[in-house]
């Protein structure tokens, strides 16, 4: 009892001074766009959770501008944040605003996005984004029956993946491709366009637009339509290159009963409402609410000055070693589970899906 008495005491007397200490410190988040709803809904997490924990918050959007992110984190800097949370949107593009917080003894937590060839990053929250990889690979693997087809009646499919600069594309793309590659070496999965390497798939800032052109000329290069060129499948990295795809395709003629199978990732509600209308197959479900609870405690952590919590020390090297990270797990979703993972979860209104 006594123990216990002392231990209750000595919490008490550490709690309050933690608690002190937090009181003005303090975080800065940035955040490349506003433009996509995942980088809204991070933002605001982060901002929210960070408040709940005592911290001030000092949360900017970039405008998908690379010179802009950097002032905001320069910015940052001068205006005495105790800590950097940092999306990028160029990941090698930080290296001298970043070198500029370690001198300053600034830690920084790169958020979802590795920052690449600086020492200057202490660790890395992300969710497992190979994984999201072979989550989708495996979806196609399943619905194009893959392991059933014979060459003589193969499977039609073009691939797009996100933006060059952003480093994630290595292990969305990576996994897919690792999970495809066998079908297509034995002819029973065919890209007509032969365009398959990381390079060709891109598309730059995970634009919707450019997404859109470059199906449009796949459509008109290779005479894809309904009553065309058949395509069985179009593998898309996320929601946001998803959309461009699905529009080129509705404006090709495709409709529910024949739609060519569309991947993404995200779970961007205008997805959502193409998987209700048949015009998407699936995403990837990641909860960007465990995520910013997992960085706020890596926050708490460094000024504490204790170790924060990591899961994965061999994955994500960035040109200057490995950045301990932590690793959230993605889920599948289609049109059977969005309504538990969305709706039941709490993250949307019934009315917004
Ligand atoms: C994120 C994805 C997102 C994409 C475009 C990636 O770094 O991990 O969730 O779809 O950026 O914003």
Redesign the pocket.
Known sequence: MKKIIAVLLACALVLPCFAAKKKGTKVGVSMPTKD?Q??NQDGANMKAQLEKAGYVVDLQYANNDIATQVSQIENMITGKCNVLVVASIDGSALKNALDGAKKKRIPVIAY??LIMNTNSVSYYATFD?YKVGTIQGEYLVDKLNLKNRTKSDPAYIEFFT?SPD?N?INFFFGGAMDTLKPYLDSGVLVCRSGQTSKAQCATLN?STEEGQKRMENLITSNGYGPRGTKLDAVYSS???VAMGITNALVAAGYTKANFPIVTG??CDIGSVKNMLKGTQAMSVF?DTRTLAEKVVGMVDALLQGTKPEINDTKTYDNGKGIVPSYLCDPVYADVSNYKALLVDSGLLHRSSA
Do not use: A, T
């Open positions: 996509l995942r980088w979802d996005r984004n996100g952003d994630n995970w996320n929601d946001s990732q995200d990641k």
